[in-house]
């Protein structure tokens, strides 16, 4: 069996949380382990990378892959495949990570897996369909490397303590006719802790039907301290908050000490992003909603007047 | 202009999905529509044109069933149709059939094309792209606006902290998110229309693909660990109920 590579995501302030996870498992899959990092801040996310795993870490600093998503990542990788032969590419299912592999698997004429939550060997991942109620084992053939796109927080990341050896690579960019560049960038900074490392998340659905009364669960975050707000993907393509507020299969995982839902009917999209919470809280006011099926605690009944009055509650007791 | 959509038919997304007895996904279980997500580019397709002029193909590869998705689109005002449907294309995976659609919008001229960023069913999210690589042109994905600038396109794209702005040449191919824009209703004068415009019927043959070969294969499938049943709170003891759940989790 040749090498697991992890297609490592890296910023300038270091090395994608999911790409510590994805080595942390391909180290237990065992055999040789590689990272690729590609644009600023690769070289400097070595050393991580080498403590979870990679023992070679193929890292180029170039702007170009931040500027020109997609095809530059994609062409620069298959150059290294050719050279190396890797047996398993691991990829984050992050937008930017699936525009790689995609174009990528054009190239290399190899399967690619999405969705996966684990990997069971060089030739099997899993994942699980239908809102999670059922566990999928895939057996992937063909040609190497085989491709697969693994949902973050799959795993829980541990260092290894090894330390890698640094391969500069050299960017393949094509010409400017089938390339798209970055020529704007625009950032919506979100006040209090980021959703995904709060320990109160609570999400709005499409049932508060605008944009405003979602200032009435920022009311309750403030009240709680430790607590973002969220929401489904329904309340997002309605453009009543940001994408970066969106949680689920597109969104952000989220696995909070207590998640709490407001209006949120629990379709799988929704669901995969907050199922691994430790306590789900579900407020709907129709009983037949999906979401009430996996809480701990489903509430039945009016959000408008439910939300107010815990509010009030959580100030009364934190007084207290 | 002449942009190409790439439209799904899914299952019911409202329905419950079925496994058949080869562990496929059943798509041919008689309430499948046109994926919701794939009417978000169609209504930017069909915006775009009417304002410059030019023809939308929708293409669709499905089972027979999937016509109705088509006509769909042909009523919303889709000007032609292709439709490839193929017995052996039954359990396609994403090589497949990013391989097939490629070949399918290689067959006429195009300026654009337009795809979900990702299907209702099966949130694979990889073919469109794929399909850009076959056909060596650019992409952006997860498009929130996309609009024509100058020879090529403007592109906002959604970010994990925002969005940016990308330039991209023509032909391109854009995945949109759902939001982008409103998809319009079929009118009834649309419906009446869309009977008489034309739908081309198409088998992987046809398209001169001939490797078919799934390299996925489903080697078992099991029931997750049932979760315990929650309990459900209605009336006055729910605020009280949360707040309890909120101290024994030690965040109040």
Redesign the interface.
């Known amino acids: 069996m040749g090498s697991i590579w992890v297609y490592a995501g890296v910023t300038a302030e270091g090395p994608d949380p999911s790409a510590l996870e994805l080595l942390t498992k391909a180290r237990s899959i065992g055999g040789d382990v590689a990272a690729v990092a590609l644009g600023p801040g690769a070289t400097a996310a070595a050393d991580q990378l080498g403590a979870h795993g990679a023992a070679t870490v193929y890292a180029s600093d170039d702007t170009v892959f931040v500027d020109q998503?997609?095809?530059p990542a994609?062409h620069t990788l298959h150059a290294l495949v050719q050279q190396h032969t890797p047996s398993l590419i691991l990829f984050a299912g992050?937008?930017d990570a699936?525009?790689v592999?995609?174009?990528l698997?054009?190239?290399t004429?190899?399967?690619?897996?999405?969705?996966a939550t684990d990997v069971l060997d060089a030739t099997?991942g899993r994942t699980?369909?239908?809102g999670?109620?059922?566990?999928?084992?895939?057996?992937?053939?063909?040609p190497e490397p085989?491709l697969v796109?693994v949902r973050p927080h799959s795993f829980a990341p541990e260092p290894a303590g090894g330390s890698s050896t640094v391969v500069p690579v050299v960017p393949v960019v094509g010409d400017?006719?089938?390339?798209?560049?970055?020529?704007?960038?625009?950032?919506?900074?979100a006040s209090g802790p980021k959703l995904e490392e709060a320990?109160?998340v609570i999400a709005g659905g499409r049932g508060l039907g605008g944009p405003e009364p979602f200032a009435m669960l920022d009311e309750l975050a403030a009240a709680?301290?430790?607590?973002a707000v969220g929401a489904s993907?329904a309340a997002?393509?309605?453009?009543w908050v940001?994408?970066?507020y969106q949680i689920g299969?597109?969104g952000?995982t989220v696995k909070p000490?207590?998640y709490?839902s407001a209006g949120v009917s629990g379709a799988l999209?929704h669901v995969v992003g907050m199922k691994g919470a430790?306590?789900?809280?579900a407020?709907n006011k129709d009983?037949d909603a999906p979401i009430?099926?996996?809480?701990?605690?489903?509430?039945?009944?009016d959000l408008f007047q439910?939300v107010p009055?815990?509010t009030e509650?959580?100030r009364k007791?934190?007084n207290s | 202009m002449n942009i190409t959509v790439l439209a799904k038919f899914v299952p019911n997304p409202t329905g419950t999905?079925q496994?058949g007895a080869d562990?496929l996904l059943m798509r041919d279980a008689g309430d499948g529509a046109l994926d919701p997500g794939d009417e978000y580019g169609l209504e930017l397709a069909l915006q775009l044109v009417e304002s410059q002029g030019g023809e939308v193909t929708v293409v669709t590869m499905g089972p027979d069933a999937a016509l109705a998705g088509v006509r769909r689109a042909l009523a919303m005002g889709a000007h032609k149709g292709v439709l490839i449907t193929d017995p052996s294309l039954r359990g396609a995976?994403?090589?497949v059939t990013?391989r097939v659609l490629a070949a399918a919008i290689a067959r006429h001229p195009y300026d654009l094309v337009i795809a979900g960023?990702?299907s209702?069913d099966?949130?694979?999210?990889?073919?469109?792209?794929?399909?850009?690589?076959?056909l060596?042109?650019?992409?952006?994905?997860?498009a929130?606006k996309l609009e024509l600038d100058g020879d090529g396109y403007r592109?906002e794209?959604?970010?994990?902290?925002?969005?940016?702005?990308?330039?991209?040449?023509s032909p391109?191919l854009v995945t949109v998110?759902?939001?982008a824009t409103e998809p319009r209703y079929p009118s009834l004068k649309g419906i009446m229309a869309a009977k008489a415009k034309p739908v081309e019927s198409l088998s992987a043959a046809d398209l001169g693909v001939v490797d078919l070969?799934s390299?996925?294969?489903?080697?078992?499938?099991?029931?997750?660990p049932a979760?315990a049943?929650?309990?459900?709170?209605?009336?006055d003891e729910?605020?009280?109920?949360?707040?309890d759940?909120?101290?024994?989790?030690?965040?109040?």
Request: charged share 20%.
């Open positions: 998503p997609g095809r994609a992050t937008y699936r525009d592999a995609g174009r698997q054009a190239m004429g190899s399967t690619l897996m999405a969705n099997h699980e369909i239908f999670g109620t059922k566990i999928v084992d895939v057996e992937l053939s063909g085989r796109l400017g006719a089938t390339t798209a560049t970055v020529v704007e960038r625009h950032s919506e900074v320990s109160v709680l301290g430790n607590a993907r997002v393509d309605a453009g940001p994408y970066s299969q597109t952000k000490e207590v709490i999209q430790k306590r789900i809280v407020i009983a009430l099926k996996i809480a701990d605690l489903g509430v039945v009944g439910i009055a815990l509650e959580v007791r934190a | 999905p496994l562990n995976d994403a090589l990013a960023a990702e209702t099966g949130y694979t999210g990889t073919v469109p792209v794929t399909i850009a690589e076959l060596d042109i650019a992409s952006v994905t997860a929130r592109v794209r959604q970010t994990a902290s925002g969005y940016d702005v990308l330039r991209s040449p391109t998110t759902a939001g070969t390299m996925q294969s489903v080697a078992s499938v099991l029931d997750a979760k049943g929650g309990e459900i709170v209605t009336g729910a605020v009280g109920r949360i707040a759940l909120l101290q024994e989790a030690k965040v109040i």
